[in-house]
C-alpha cells in the first residue's frame, strides 16, 4: 500500500500513546506462565502482539477478551505448556527470541518456532546458545536462523555474559533460569530495557540486581494478579519527532512509559535542542516492580547535531531511524556509534535507513557500526520503501511532513506490525491545526 505525507500543517494537541509492545509481549507470556488468571488492560492490539497472544493460546493458555486491551489470560503454570505445538512468531522478533527461554526448561517436551520473511533472516544462536548452555536441546537451520526446534530439558543455572546488550537474550535467559535449579546470572555490557526484571519482581520471583548483574532462582510457579501495559515510548517517538520537525507543532503524549531503560531518545532529543517537558524515570531512583508514565509536552527548536555513543545505543535502539532524520535538520553532524544490532532488525536499518533518507535528499553515509548524517536544515522528499520494516514505514510517513515536497511511503501497511493506527493518529493531530487555523 501506497500513501503520501504531504508537508505543512502543524501538529497540535494531545494523544494517547498507543501501548507498549515490549510490555505486552511479556504480559501475554506472564500470563501464560502463571497458574492464577492474570488481569491485563491496555495491552496492543497489533500483529505482533497478536502473535503472541496465538502463541500462548495454542500453548494452552486461555484468553478471554473483555473489551479493547482488556483481557484474562488463563495460564498454563509455569511448567504447564502444551508439548508438539508448531508456533508462528509471525513478524515477532521479542516472541521469537523470548518464549524459547520459557520453553526450554520443560523436561521432554518439544516445539518449533518459525515466522514470516524477515523472521527467517533474523539469528535465534544469540538465544541458542545460552539455552543450550543450561541443558535445554535445540536446532536451529544453519545453526542461526528459523525455523528453530526445541527439546525441553531439566535446566541448571550458568552465569551469562551477553554478547550484546539485547533486552531479548537476556529476557530469555532469565525466563529460562525461572525453571533452573539453582541461580543463573545475566551480566549486560550496557543496561537495557528492564520490563522483564520489573515482571519477575512483581511475580514474586527472586530476583536481585548487582550493577551490570541480574540474577534469578529458579521457583516452582509465578504468581501476577495484574499488568497494566502503559504507552509505548518507541510509537510516541514518531509523533514526537513530526512535532519537533513541523514548525508552529505543539503537542502533549499522554499516558507514555517513562521507564528510564526506554526513553533514551527523548534524551538525545533534548541533547538536540527540542524543547521537552516530562516526568522520565531518574536512572539513579528507578522503580524496582512499576512502569512509571508520564505527559510529554514537545515543540519545535533549532536542533544542532549530536554523537550518539554506543552505551545510549540500548536505550534507543527501536527510534534511531528518527535520530537520522532529526540530524537531516540539525546543525552540524549526527553521528550514530555501535548501533550494529540495526543490521538484524526488521530490516537492516542501517541499510533502510540510509538508503530510505538518501533518497529523499538527505546527506547520509552509513559507517560500519552506525551512520553519519550532516544537516542541510531541510529534506526534499520522495518516494522510502519500508521493506515491510513498521518503523521505516513510519520514519518514511514523518519525513514527509517535514519535508519540503512531501512523501509517499510504498509499504504503509507494515506500520501495523506495532501501530495499526498510526497513520489516523498522525492525521488527527495535524487535522486539529488545521481547524484551529481555519
Ligand atoms: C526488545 C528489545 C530490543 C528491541 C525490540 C524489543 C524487547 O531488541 O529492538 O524491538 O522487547 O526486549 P534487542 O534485544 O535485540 O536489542
Redesign the pocket.
Known sequence: MRARFAPGSPLRGSIAAPPDK?IS?RAALFGAMSAEPVHVTGYLDAADTRSTLAAVAALGARIEERGPGALVIHGTGLRGAASGVAIDVGNA??LLRLLPGWLAGQAGKTWTLDGDESIRRRPVDRIARPLAAMGAQLEAREDRFTPLAITGRRLTAIDYELPVA????K?CVLLAGLLADGTTTVIEPEP??DHTERLLVRAGAPLRRDGDRVAVTGVDGVALDEIHVPGDPSSAAFHAAAAVLVPGSRIVIEGMAANWTRVGFFRILERMGAPLSGALEDPHAAAVDTEPVCALEVAPGPLHGTTVTPAEV?LA??ELPLVALLGCFAEGETVVQGAQ?LRV?ESDRIATVVDGLGALGADIEATEDGFAVRGTGGLRGGVLHAHGDHRLAMLGAVAGLASREGVEVDGMEAAAVSYPGFADDLAALTRRSRGATG
Do not use: N, V, Y
Open positions: 515490549s509481549h522478533g521479542t539485547s533486552a531479548q537474550i529476557s537495557s530495557r540500548p535502539i527501536d544490532e532488525k
